[in-house]
T-cell receptor, first 114, second 113 residues
Framework: AQSVTQLGSHVSVSEGALVLLRCNYSSSVPPYLFWYVQYPNQGLQLLLKYTSAATLVKGINGFEAEFKKSETSFHLTKPSAHMSDAAEYFCAVSHMNRDDKIIFGKGTRLHILP | DAMVIQNPRYQVTQFGKPVTLSCSQT?????MYWYQQKSSQAPKLLFHYYDKDFNNEADTPDNFQSRRPNTSFCFLDIRSPGLGDAAMYLCATSREGIGNEQFFGPGTRLTVL
């Protein structure tokens, strides 16, 4: 079965520092991978997605993620954190047998320290 | 702008009093989803529609039902809300096909008194 594991339910970084949110996936077929962001009391918004076109994927708000098959990882990074990046981040993978479903990780809460 | 709209944004109901949450979309997507999200947890899929084809998750309680009268609208009915049903309810849409992202509405925060 497919799954994603997000390491660290809470991550704190200083404003201006590198943001690194970790996601590892498990899939027996080439996966489609997503990162979503959720601000308090709002729905989820797509940051970026990987669909096998390029291993380095650039998203909105300065975020990017690199697909590494050898490490089964899809970590999310941003060179310089901003206070407005404080939110919950979810990594997700498309369901192998159901093209209309995705499987979410448990989420990582990103805290930005002034 | 094309979007997913949920009404109301906040809903308060009493224990056991039926409640209906609504979702509409202007994206013309054929797949619509209802998720339940509790505090500090990932969204949990309740059910989804592939056009008019209703798909219920195995662990969705019978207390939850849904209707999709047309492409644009989808409703979540909670027949007898319990305290454990207090949560954020998220509606999402997508085009059919693997690899397509889901577009989420802002959610309805349900409080059960």
């Amino acid at each position: 079965a497919q799954s994603v594991t997000q390491l660290g339910s809470h991550v704190s970084v200083s404003e201006g520092a590198l943001v690194l949110l970790r996601c590892n996936y498990s899939s027996s077929v080439p996966p489609y991978l997503f990162w979503y962001v959720q601000y308090p009391n709002q729905g989820l918004q797509l940051l970026l997605k990987y669909t096998s076109a390029a291993t380095l994927v650039k998203g909105i708000n300065g975020f990017e993620a690199e697909f590494k098959k050898s490490e089964t990882s899809f970590h999310l990074t941003k060179p310089s954190a901003h206070m407005s990046d404080a939110a919950e981040y979810f990594c997700a993978v498309s369901h192998m047998n159901r093209d209309d479903k995705i499987i979410f990780g448990k989420g990582t809460r990103l805290h930005i320290l002034p | 702008d094309a979007m997913v709209i949920q009404n109301p944004r906040y809903q308060v109901t009493q224990f056991g009093k039926p409640v209906t949450l609504s979702c509409s979309q202007t994206l013309n997507h054929n797949v619509m989803y209802w998720y339940q999200q509790k505090s500090s947890q990932a969204p949990k899929l309740l059910f989804h529609y592939y056009d008019k084809d209703f798909n219920n998750e195995a662990d969705t309680p019978d207390n939850f039902q849904s209707r999709r009268p047309n492409t644009s609208f989808c409703f979540l009915d909670i027949r007898s809300p319990g305290l454990g049903d207090a949560a954020m309810y998220l509606c999402a849409t997508s085009r059919e096909g693997i690899g397509n992202e889901q577009f989420f509405g802002p959610g309805t925060r349900l409080t059960v008194l």
